[in-house]
Each structure stands twice: as C-alpha cells, then as structure tokens.
C-alpha cells in the first residue's frame, strides 16, 4: 500500500538561511524507495506553538510524518515537547535509554553528563526509540491512531545514518513496496537535447523509469526499477543502462557517487599512474576537490596554483612554463603548464589549466584552455566562462577534471 507523506525540518538556522536543508532532498528521495509518497514539505523554527501546529497539521492530512532536527539537550530543541502536545501524551525518562546515554557519555570521558542531556532520554507511551549509533540524541517512532511519527537528528550525517540502519526496511515492511534501485550515468560534452535525441526511445516508460538532470558536472542519466526484490530491479535497469552505454560510449564519464576526482583517481590507480596539476583560471579548485575525497592515495601528487603565466617571479616555474612571451595561444599555454606540471610533481600525467587571460590577450575573455599530457599523448581542451562570476573558478576545475577523465577512459591519455 501506498502511504502520504510530509517532512518537516526543524531549525530557526534554516529559516535564516544559514544553513541548506539537505535533509527535505534526502528523506524525500528515501521515502519514496519504501512506498511513501511526499505530499508536503515544511520549515519550522524554534517555537512550541509553530511546531505543535505543523505536527498537528502534518496527522490531520498525512500517514507518515518523519521530522528531522529538534532532537539535541537545549533549551531550544522542542520536537519532543510539540509531538507530546500534538498526540495528547505526557513525556517521561526512559531507564533504559538514561542508562545508554549515561554510557555515552562515558566513553567519551565525560564522567558526569550534563543534567541537560537528560531529556534526551525523554519518551511518550506511544513511542519507541531509535537508536543513533553516533550522536547522543536517539530518534522516536511514535505509532498511534494508524500513524507514524518518526524524528530523526538534524545532522545529515546522523540523520542518513539512522535512516538506513534502523528505518528504511522498518517502513519498507509497513507499506509492502517493491524494492527501488536506481542508478545515474554521468555524461559530459553532450547536451540534454542530444541526449534526448539519442535516446528518445527510452524515455517515458514507468518501469524502468528513465530521467534527465542538468547538474554541475554534466547531464545526468537516472535509471529507477522497482521489484520484489534487489536482484528482480537490477535486472530490469540492466538492459537499459547497457543501451545507453551503447549509444553515448564515452561521453559517459562516471556513475552513480563518483566524482570527476574519484573517477580520475580510479583510472590512474588501476594503471599504476600518478597525476601532477598546474591550475590557472581553476585557483586552486582542483586540489579542493582531491582534497575532498577520502583517501587520494598515490596517484595524485598535487596541485599548484599560480595566478598568472608571465613574467613569473619563480624562475623555475617560468623556465618550465616557458610562456613568458608574446605569441602564446591559449593551447600553448596549457600544454606549456601539463608539462610543468609533470616535471614539477614527478608525474606520469600532467594537467595544465590556463589563466583566463593569456599572454597574447587577443583571445576570447573568460575562455579557458585545458592541457593533457602523458607519454601515450597530449590532447587540449576549451570552454568560456563568464569572468567575475563567484563559482567560475569551480566551473574551471570541474571542467577540467571531467576532461581529463574522458581523456584517460577513451585512452587518449
């Protein structure tokens, strides 16, 4: 059976922009992968009476109410108060989670926890608690009169992490759904209208449901099947993910958690090979991104910025850029610094991203030149971005990376 749901996330900071909601996108997402269905969505600051209001809203019209944020020791955090209120039921400390968060608390090497924290270990007769394997503020899963409240922590890692360990298959039994699984292909060089054109058959079907999403590091592809069980979705995406691949080839450049950096990572690591950066227009953007990642490992030897190309005052470095006079293109330049860079960090492959503006200043403003080179060869790339715009240095980078991730999959590089 299909059940109506309503998320509501909690926080003055939201309502003051200080901080994006990403738990609304996440849980809207998982719930519908356990057959809920999202009807509304709220932002609630920290006031008893607004968030009474919204939970006693939410049951008049919705079955299943998750609420994410509330759920800390302060004086501010009032999500257990307003679903008492809201359900007509009076809160009270549970031993057992008293004893856990005591224990906590412990472990941390806190032998006395704050008389505040108590109320985290607060329930309502109608709920039960859900275990939060790294915060200090349990969930609730309050059932009553065929509906279901559940709170979860505020932090989206905790709140991720409560979902998947202890609420998901829980829901997923209530409502019977099919299991989802889904699946994205990330593309580059490709535009959504060629896409569409490519694969215009494949649209428009439920199951597999096939769409298309413009982001910041392509066009992503998203494959959704549903079926009795993993393996039953899975085999109804594959032939479709296979005709894709068929039809796009390398345009396709990563799939699924992938990034333009971890996938580059991937390709040098299974080739035993190393990468050295030199960023102009990017500013330092590349190295943000291997930065990001978990474990870059040996394959990234780093990233140096440099604000422009000549005359630099490291002699070094203009010896090896060699792009100090006149009469440089933007191509020149790029492959002047993918052999720098190489030189520079001792690496097998070498990627150079050029100012925006280059020596020559004859070229289109804002344009950028990507260079890529290894000993198996070198290849040059180039976009425009508008100068001036807060986020061209990330467009630069992402750019960049995707490049050179295509570069090094079709074995160019």
């Not at 609420?67 to 307003?82: C, F, I, N, V």
């Not at 549903?226 to 799939?255: F, T, Y």
């Not at 060699?322 to 009469?327: D, K, L």
Request: proline residues 4%; without cysteine; glycine residues 12%.
């Amino acid at each position: 059976m299909s059940l109506r749901g309503e998320i509501v996330t909690i926080g003055r900071e939201l309502l003051m922009g200080e901080i994006v909601d990403t738990n609304t996108s996440y849980l809207a997402q998982e719930l519908a992968k356990v057959g809920v269905t999202v009807q509304w969505a709220s932002q609630v600051g920290d006031d008893l009476g607004h968030l009474v209001d919204t939970f006693r809203r939410a049951l008049s019209r919705s079955d299943v109410i998750v609420a994410a944020g509330g759920l800390g020791p302060t004086s501010d955090d009032l999500t257990r108060e307003a679903v008492a209120s809201a359900i007509g039921e009076q809160t009270y400390v549970d031993a057992g989670l008293l004893e856990w968060l005591e224990g906590v608390f412990r472990q941390r090497g806190i032998d006395r926890m704050p008389p505040t924290n108590v109320k985290q270990a607060w329930l309502v007769p109608s709920a039960r608690s859900v275990p939060n394997l790294t915060g200090t503020a349990p969930g609730w899963w309050v059932q009553k009169d065929g509906k279901h409240i559940i709170l979860t922590p505020g932090p989206p890692r905790e709140n991720k992490l409560m979902w998947e360990g202890q609420i998901a298959e829980k829901l997923r039994a209530i409502t019977g759904a099919d299991v989802l699984y889904s699946r994205t292909l990330k593309t580059a060089g490709i535009t959504e209208g060629g896409i569409d054109e490519t694969l215009s058959d494949l649209f428009g079907k439920e199951n597999p449901y096939l769409g298309i999403y413009a982001r910041t590091d392509g066009i992503h592809l998203r494959i959704i099947a549903r079926g009795p069980s993993h393996d039953d979705a899975v085999a109804l995406a594959g032939p479709v993910e296979a005709q894709i691949r068929e039809r796009l080839g390398n345009a396709i450049w990563g799939a699924d958690e992938e990034t333009a950096a971890s996938r580059v990572l991937s390709i040098l690591g299974g080739r035993g090979s190393s990468l050295g950066v030199l960023e102009g227009a990017s500013a330092g953007t590349v190295a943000s991104m291997f930065g990001d990642l978990a474990d870059p490992g040996a394959a990234y030897r780093g990233s140096l910025a440099v604000n422009d190309i000549g005359p630099m005052s490291d002699p070094t470095l203009q010896y090896l850029v060699n792009a100090a006079g006149s009469g440089f293109s933007g191509e020149e330049t790029a492959l002047s610094m993918a052999d720098a860079a190489r030189k520079l960090l001792g690496a097998d492959v070498g990627l150079g991203i050029s100012p925006r503006s280059i020596p020559t200043g004859g070229e289109a403003e804002g344009a950028i030149w990507v260079g890529m080179v290894s000993d198996r060869g070198r290849k040059v790339a180039a976009s425009r971005f508008a100068r001036g715009r807060a986020n061209s240095a990330f467009r630069a980078g992402m750019f960049s990376l995707i490049e050179l991730a295509s570069a090094l999959q079709a074995g160019e590089l």
